[in-house]
């Protein structure tokens, strides 16, 4: 079970109970499933054979009424492969079988990272209850767009450059968003290394705002890895400083969360109950995922999640 050192990391929750992580190992993404987030006790499930040696950006989300599968509840993962292409995955929850689906639009640029989310409930006026989306860096003439995928939980997904008149990303930049009812957060690290926010407000139609920095550069490590859940009304952003930390930037400060950040790794957090988890890698021991747990205000390691 043992992941790559450069592994991108998607943790979703199904139920109060349910926990599945992605993550890739050697050329192939892994499934791991938890009950009651105790560290998995069964070997994990291949989803997919063609990812990148060097690691595949991947993102993974939970539709609990899909109308492509018959309202049936899904879970959709989605990655770029070894050929540079977007592929996604869809699993009904009552079925253990994977199923291809239509290859999403759109080109990834050589060193872009993914993200995902779904307004469960619907979005504003216009968008239905399972509206999904996915966000990347697009392989442009002359430019490298942020890039939104959309589906309003039928159908085959809509692109739309979002984001393409600014200087904006640094390369290789992490993405995170957080998906509300009202809104869009989506965060990304620019050419200074500052973390940037922007929001798209759904009364607004489709316009996008820029929140500005949130992160000076000086406080935050090159290609930072990155995490978004909104808890209890207030953004949690996850991040590396530039001492090689994980922290938590909440209420306009930030907190500490773990020790060390490895390597190029992804990070990945998701709200359970009543508290957030932290999936990240582990630097020992060596190959090992890791979760860290924030209730009551704090954050607690609580030590490997997946073994070596």
């Known amino acids: 079970m043992s992941s790559l050192g450069s592994t991108d990391l998607a943790g979703l929750s199904t139920d109060e109970r349910n926990i599945y992580l992605f993550y890739q190992q ?25 990812a990148q040696p060097g690691g595949s950006p991947l993102t993974a989300y939970f539709v609990k009424e899909d109308l492509n599968f018959d309202k ?7 990655y770029i492969n070894k050929d540079r292409h977007l592929v996604e995955k869809v699993r009904r929850i009552s079925s253990d079988k994977w199923e291809d689906a239509p290859r999403p639009p759109g080109h990834a640029a050589e060193q872009s990272r993914i993200a995902s989310g779904v307004a469960q409930r619907g979005m504003g006026h216009g968008a239905p209850p399972g509206t ?31 984001l393409c008149d600014e200087p904006l990303s640094l390369p290789g930049t992490h993405l ?63 991040y590396g400083d530039d001492q090689r930390r994980l922290r938590d930037f909440v209420d306009g400060k930030s907190i500490d969360v773990a020790r060390r950040v490895y390597g190029d790794a992804g990070i990945n957090a998701m709200v359970y109950r009543d508290r957030i988890i932290l999936f990240y890698k582990l630097v020992d021991p060596e190959g090992a995922i890791g979760t860290a747990m924030y209730s009551e205000g704090k954050w607690k390691e609580e030590g490997v999640f997946i073994k070596p």
């Not at 049936?72 to 989605?78: D, N």
């Not at 957080?178 to 139609?205: F, G, M, S």
């Not at 992160?215 to 996850?238: C, F, Q, S, W, Y």
Request: charged share 25%; aromatic share 10%.
């Open 176 to 238: 995170a968003c957080i998906i509300t009812h009202d809104y869009v957060d989506l965060y990304h690290q620019d050419h200074e290394k500052n973390i940037k926010w922007w929001r798209y407000d759904a009364r607004e139609h489709r316009r996008w705002h820029n929140k500005g920095v949130i992160l000076e550069g000086k406080h935050v490590m090159v290609r930072t890895p990155l995490a978004a859940v909104h808890h209890d009304g207030k953004n949690h952003i996850l």
């Open 72 to 78: 049936h509840s899904t879970i959709h993962m989605i």
């Open 132 to 162: 999904q989306f996915v966000f990347f860096v697009s392989h442009e003439v002359h430019k490298s767009p942020i890039t939104e995928l959309y589906r309003p939980n039928k159908g085959h997904f809509k692109l739309e450059h979002i």
């Open 26 to 50: 050697s050329g192939f993404i892994e499934e791991a499933f938890s009950k009651d987030g105790h560290p998995p006790s069964q070997h994990s499930v291949q989803v997919a054979s063609d």
